[in-house]
């Protein structure tokens, strides 16, 4: 590949990653407070850590989507009714 074909394709690779990577997920739920989220995903985390301290990741998301709570990236600042769980 030449040289000039190669600076392109990387700025578009760079520039790919970059948009994919923006922002971190967080969970809402209508209505819900910091209070609601923090002892649902208290409970959740209990509920996904069978033994020995490590956390299954799915087990705690899908207890918490159970909750009524909906996991989504947001960029900074976090809109308000945002938290962000064990991630």
């Known amino acids: 590949m030449t040289r000039s074909r ?3 394709l990387a700025a578009l690779l760079l520039l790919t990653l970059g ?6 997920h967080y969970w809402s739920r209508q209505g819900a ?8 995903s208290a409970g959740c985390a209990r509920e ?4 020995y301290g490590i956390l299954i990741q ?3 998301r899908r207890c918490l989507r159970g909750k009524g ?3 989504a990236q947001q ?3 976090v809109p308000p009714g945002w938290y962000r769980g064990i991630e």
């Open 19 to 24: 948009v994919a990577g923006c922002g971190l």
């Open 6 to 8: 190669t600076r392109p």
């Open 58 to 60: 799915e087990t705690y």
């Open 33 to 40: 407070s910091l209070d609601d989220f923090n002892r649902d």
């Open 69 to 71: 709570w909906v996991r």
């Open 75 to 77: 960029r900074e600042p």
């Open 48 to 51: 996904a850590n069978p033994a």
